[in-house]
């Protein structure tokens, strides 16, 4: 009698994490799956608290801005504040940065074995955190540089996207969906809520190459460049044949929908906002890693997200990212 499984086996994400640095990172120690377990962890709290949200005091606004001048929501500090509870009593992260916090924390600058630097937008979307639509946690992991004097703690922080050793994000939405990369492909878990583990749901993600779907807050055309703005023309014409556009709001939702089905989110630069609203370092840059890792592309218009040096921790970008032939399509309006 065949006794093969003809159906898939149930993996946590910490297994798959093992699993795949055995094959590929023999030699590695497990710190860096301890210091995923610390990001799984606090999203699943936070996750929680989303579902909980409108039964316990939770909705609303803290009545403070945040460094970006944004109205900061009660969930974006309870989110910071898991994660930053979270990952700081790991022994191998040095440094943090959040979205909410002004400046890094910093934790062990000068302790060799806390060689990771974790970033991250605890809560992406807040905007929409009180009218129940699909928000999300963005994360991207550095490890320390090299041979950098004491004290000089943002030579670490500034590093271009792609020396990023991992990137993932969290969509708290009908469910709640994890999906990372450490560089060898995407791969996607689904929040098991009778267990309360991740559970493996799609393993080497691919975006498809093309899809017939934009999105870009369209209420800002005339503040776009020349070109996006042709772009726009194009994508609603016969010629096009049949574009539709979805825009939640959410970037993490945004760009979940575009690396399921294909096709392209831009957030452009504006007058007002010439560098665009979205961050460099916690949200482009996350993204485009797994982007890239799904087979698809991220630019800020004139380069390749991942290959930006960033100045400032804050600093924000414009981004257009998606399936390849998409983001291409976009710029050939834009520089024609
Ligand atoms: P946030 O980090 O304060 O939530 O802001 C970022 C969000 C993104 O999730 C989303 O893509 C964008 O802002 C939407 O901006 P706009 O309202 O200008 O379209
Ligand atoms: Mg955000």
Same mark, same amino acid.
């Given at each position: 009698m065949d006794r093969s499984l003809a159906t898939? #086996?149930?993996?946590?994400? !910490?297994? &798959?994490?093992?699993?795949?640095?055995? *094959? &590929?990172? %023999? @030699?590695?120690?497990?710190? $860096?799956?301890?210091? +995923?377990?610390?990001?799984?962890? #606090?999203?699943k709290i936070i996750a929680d608290q989303v579902r909980r949200a409108g039964l316990v005091d939770v909705l609303g606004s803290t009545g403070d801005t945040n460094v970006q001048g944004e109205d900061v929501q009660k969930l974006d500090i309870i989110a910071n504040e898991t994660i930053a509870r979270s990952l700081g009593y790991r022994d191998n992260v040095g440094i943090m940065v959040s979205e909410e916090d002004d400046e890094p924390r910093i934790l062990k600058e000068l302790d060799a074995q806390a060689r990771y630097i974790v970033l991250f937008d605890p809560l992406d979307g807040s905007s929409n955190i009180d009218v129940n639509v699909s928000i999300g946690t963005i994360f991207s992991i550095l490890q320390r540089r090299e041979g *950098? #004097?004491? /004290?000089? *703690?943002? @030579? &670490?922080? +500034? !590093? %271009? /996207?792609?020396?990023q050793i991992a990137a993932g994000y969290v969509i708290y939405s009908s469910s709640t969906v994890m999906a990372y990369t450490t560089g060898d492909g995407v791969h996607m878990f689904t929040l098991d809520p009778a267990i309360g583990a991740y559970r493996l749901s799609r393993e080497g993600v691919v975006m498809p190459p093309v899809g017939k779907t934009y999105s870009i807050n369209e209420a800002y055309y005339s503040l776009f460049p020349g070109g996006v703005q042709k772009y726009l023309e194009w994508v609603k014409s @016969?010629?096009?044949?049949?574009?539709?556009?979805?825009?939640? /709001?959410?970037?993490?939702?945004? $760009? &979940?929908?575009?690396?399921?089905?294909?096709g392209v989110f831009l957030y452009p630069p504006t007058t007002n906002a010439p560098q665009g609203k979205l961050r460099l370092l916690y949200e482009a840059n996350p993204l485009a890693f797994i982007a890239e890792q799904a087979g698809g592309m991220a630019t800020d218009g004139r380069q390749r997200i991942l290959d930006k040096t960033p100045t400032a921790l804050h600093e924000r970008t414009p981004l257009v990212i998606g399936s390849k032939a998409e983001v291409d399509r976009v710029m050939s309006f834009w520089h024609a």
């Open positions: 898939p #086996a149930i993996k946590t994400i !910490q297994q &798959h994490i093992l699993e795949r640095q055995r *094959v &590929h990172h %023999p @030699d590695a120690t497990g710190e $860096f799956s301890w210091l +995923l377990g610390a990001v799984t962890l #606090a999203t *950098v #004097a004491a /004290g000089k *703690v943002m @030579d &670490h922080i +500034l !590093q %271009p /996207g792609y020396r @016969d010629e096009a044949g049949g574009y539709g556009l979805r825009y939640i /709001g959410s970037l993490v939702a945004d $760009f &979940h929908r575009t690396l399921l089905k294909g």
